[in-house]
């Protein structure tokens, strides 16, 4: 489980990407790079990272169902998610 302050940090990078979108993709188009660099950095979408919205781990995240790859094996085992089962041959 990531901290607590890391998950609300990624959070409200969330909200300044959404709040500045419009924004900066208007002043991309119009090249007022000047302007563009007044917006605080967290506004970029780079700046995002991908995180598990169960457990807010970064790494092994499988991007089709939100989550990392150890939240996504326990759900699946325990049936949680439609169509995936365990693999035998």
Request: charged share 30%; net charge positive; proline share 4%.
């Amino acid at each position: 489980m990531a901290k607590k302050s890391i998950i609300a940090r990624q959070e409200k990078r969330e909200k300044a990407v959404e709040k500045y979108a419009a924004k900066r993709a208007a002043l991309k188009a119009a090249g007022d790079y000047a302007a563009l660099d007044l917006i605080p950095k967290n506004a970029s979408p780079v700046r995002l990272k991908n995180r598990c919205q169960l457990s807010g781990r970064p790494r092994g995240y499988m991007r089709h169902f939100g989550v990392c790859r150890v939240m996504f094996r326990d759900m699946a085992l325990a049936g949680k998610i439609p169509g995936v089962k365990k693999a035998s041959w």
